[in-house]
C-alpha cells in the first residue's frame, strides 16, 4: 500500500513538471548560471532535453556574463619553472580563487570563444575545452615536429553563420619566429579529419602577429602585419572563418609617424575592431612610455576610424589581447598588481592614485600575463567525438608529471601544516578549560563552601576572558590557483603566529589557575580536608 502511494506521488510531481509552460520554464532557466543548469539536468528527463536543446543553449549563450580571464603562462626558462595560472573575475570584478581545472601545468592559452578555451601543448595536441562543464577535445596538431612552434601563432574562432568552430594556425616559414614570415594558414574545423592549407595573397609578418595579437569578431579572425608604405608602417589584415578570404584594412591617415619606438596592438572593445598604440620603453618593449591612443574601425567597407580614448598614464603594461572590460582599462605595474581605471568621455587620464588595485599576481611577472573575455556556458564538445571526448577531467591529471613534483608537495605540504595548526589551535584552546573543570571536581573535596566558591569564580573569570579559538573554515578538496596559493601561504604563517600567541595566553591561564588554588587551598591549612 505504501509503495503504491510513493508511486502516485512521483507521479503527480513529474506531471506537475510537465504541465509547466514551456516560455515559463525558459524564463527561469535562463536565469541560472551554468553550474546550477548542470544539477537540473539530473532532475528528470524534461529537464535534460530542455536545457540540452542548443536552441537553450545558443539563447542562454546570448546573455550569459562577461567575464575576465587572467592567464599566466609557464615560464619555461625560468629557474622558478612556475606552473600555468588561470584567474577569473566575474561582472563585479570579484575574484575566483579556485584553479581552472581544465587547464594543465603546461598548457598556453590560444584563444577563448563562447565558453570554451582553446590550449596550445608541447606535445603533439591541441585542447579544446568547456571553463564550465569541464569537456574537453584533443585534436592533432597541423605539423607534429614543428621547429620553434608557438602558442601566438595559434587562434580559434566561431562563424554565427555557419555554426562552425575554427581552430587557426600561422604556418611559419623561417626557423625564428621574431624575424618570420608565413605564405599559409592552416585551418581545423572542428569535427572534420584533418587540417586544411589556405595561402596568403603576400608574405606576412609572424613577428606582428606575436607582438600584436589576433582577434575574432562575428566570424572573422584580425591582426597586425607590418606594411612600410602604411602611415603607422602597419596594416590590419582580415580573414574570413566562412568563406576564408583575405582583406587588408589601411590604418587611420593622421600625424603618428611609425617608428621602432611605438607599440601596436589589436583589440576588441565593444565588438568592434580597435587599435591601442603607445611609445614604449627601449629598454623593455611592453612598457608604455607615453599617451596610449586607441581608435575605433567605425566602418570596414569605407575603412573609416575615430579616435575612441587617449589615455594619460603612468608607467605601465597593458595585458594583450582584451585590456579594456566594458568601461574600465585593465593595466599592470611593475610591482605586480593589476588595476583598473574606469574610462569616461574622450582624453582619459589614468593616474596610479585613480586606479583601483584588482590582484596582487606575484610570483608571476606582467609580461607573462594575458587577458581574454569569457562567459560560462554549456556548449557541448560531444558532437565531434572523431577526436574523443575527456568529461570531467581531474584536477591533478597534468600535475602527475615529474618535473611538478616539487610544486605538489609543497601543495600537500601546506594542507598538512594547515591542519596541524587546526589540532594546535583546538588543543590549545581546550587545555585550560579541561584543567578548569578537573580543578572545579577537586574543588568538592575542600570543607570551606566560601572558600571554594572563590575558586570557582576566579577559575570562571579566568576561563571566560580567553580568545575564542578561530573559526575552523573547512578546506576544499579543489585546487586552489597559485596566485590565491601564494595568499594562503601568507595567512597560514599569520595563523601560525596566532597559534604562539594562543599557546601564550592558554599558558597564563593554566597558571593563573593553579595560582589561584594555591593561594586559596594549597596555602591555607585545614581548608582542603572533607
Known amino acids: 500500500m505504501a509503495s503504491k502511494e510513493i508511486t502516485s506521488s512521483k507521479q503527480t510531481e513529474e506531471c506537475i513538471i510537465n504541465c509547466l509552460p514551456r516560455d515559463l520554464i525558459e524564463r527561469i532557466f535562463l536565469g541560472l548560471p551554468v553550474s546550477t543548469l548542470l544539477t537540473c539536468i539530473g532532475v ?13 543553449v545558443t539563447s542562454h549563450l546570448r546573455q550569459a556574463p562577461r567575464c575576465t580571464l587572467l592567464f599566466f603562462h609557464q615560464e619555461p626558462f625560468s629557474s622558478d619553472n612556475l606552473p600555468t ?17 581544465v587547464i594543465g601545468p603546461d598548457d598556453f ?14 606535445t603533439s595536441r591541441i585542447k579544446i575545452a568547456n571553463l564550465a562543464t569541464g569537456e574537453c577535445l584533443h585534436l592533432a596538431k597541423p605539423v607534429k615536429k614543428l621547429r620553434d612552434d608557438h602558442f601566438s601563432f595559434y587562434s580559434f574562432g566561431f562563424h554565427p553563420g555557419t555554426k562552425e568552430y575554427k581552430v587557426t594556425h600561422f604556418l611559419g616559414e623561417h626557423q625564428s619566429y621574431s624575424q618570420g614570415t608565413f605564405h599559409v594558414i592552416q585551418v581545423y ?21 606575436k607582438n600584436s595579437g589576433v582577434i575574432h569578431i562575428d566570424g572573422t579572425m584580425y591582426w597586425l602585419t607590418d606594411d612600410t608604405g602604411a602611415s603607422w608602417n602597419h596594416a590590419v589584415i582580415s580573414f574570413d572563418l566562412s568563406e576564408e578570404t583575405f582583406a587588408r584594412i589601411q590604418l587611420p591617415a593622421t600625424a603618428l609617424v ?61 595585458p594583450g589581447p582584451h585590456f579594456v572590460h566594458k568601461d574600465k582599462i585593465v593595466m599592470l605595474s611593475h610591482d605586480c598588481n593589476l588595476y583598473s581605471h574606469v574610462l569616461i568621455g574622450m582624453n582619459c587620464e589614468t593616474k596610479l592614485s585613480n586606479m583601483v588595485a584588482l590582484l596582487d599576481f606575484r610570483p608571476y611577472k606582467p609580461e607573462n600575463m594575458q587577458s581574454y573575455i569569457c562567459v560560462k556556458s554549456l556548449v557541448r564538445l560531444h558532437t565531434y567525438k572523431k577526436a ?20 605538489e608537495d609543497m601543495r ?66 579543489l585546487r586552489l590557483s597559485l596566485v590565491e596559493q601564494m595568499r594562503d601561504l601568507e595567512k597560514l604563517k599569520a595563523r601560525l603566529n596566532g597559534v604562539m600567541d594562543m599557546i601564550k595566553v592558554s599558558g597564563k591561564a593554566v597558571a593563573d589557575m593553579c595560582g ?15
Open 44 to 56: 528528470c528527463k524534461q529537464w535534460y532535453n530542455f536545457i540540452r536543446d542548443p536552441q537553450f
Open 85 to 101: 595560472d588561470a584567474i577569473i573575475f566575474d561582472e563585479a570584478w570579484s575574484q575566483s580563487t579556485w584553479a581552472v581545472p
Open 109 to 122: 592559452l590560444c584563444g577563448t570563444c563562447n565558453g570554451l578555451l582553446c590550449l596550445y601543448t608541447e
Open 189 to 209: 574545423t572542428l569535427g572534420s579529419e584533418k587540417w586544411k592549407d589556405i595561402r596568403t595573397p603576400e608574405a606576412l609578418s609572424l613577428s606582428s602577429v
Open 258 to 318: 611609425g617608428s621602432d619606438s611605438h607599440g601596436y596592438w589589436i583589440t576588441e572593445i565593444d565588438r568592434k575592431v580597435c587599435i591601442a598604440t603607445a611609445e614604449v620603453s627601449r629598454d623593455l618593449p611592453k612598457v608604455l612610455a607615453g599617451e596610449l591612443q586607441i581608435w575605433t574601425l567605425d566602418n570596414r567597407v569605407e575603412q573609416r576610424w575615430s579616435q575612441k580614448w587617449n589615455i594619460q598614464h603612468s608607467m605601465n603594461c597593458i
Open 388 to 407: 574523443g571526448i575527456v568529461c570531467k577531467p581531474k584536477q591533478c591529471e597534468g600535475w602527475k608529471l615529474k618535473k611538478w613534483e616539487e610544486w
Open 412 to 477: 600537500r605540504n601546506i594542507e598538512d601544516a594547515w591542519n596541524n595548526v587546526h589540532e594546535m589551535e583546538q588543543e590549545t584552546s581546550s587545555q585550560p578549560h579541561r584543567l578548569g573543570g578537573i580543578i572545579k571536581e577537586l574543588l568538592q573535596n575542600v570543607a570551606d563552601e566560601i572558600i571554594r566558591e572563590r575558586v570557582i569564580l576566579e577559575i570562571n573569570h579566568i576561563l571566560e576572558h580567553l580568545p575564542d579559538c578561530p573559526y575552523q573554515h573547512p578546506r576544499s578538496l
Open 516 to 530: 589561584a588554588v594555591k593561594t586559596y587551598v594549597l596555602d591555607r591549612p585545614g581548608v582542603h580536608g572533607a
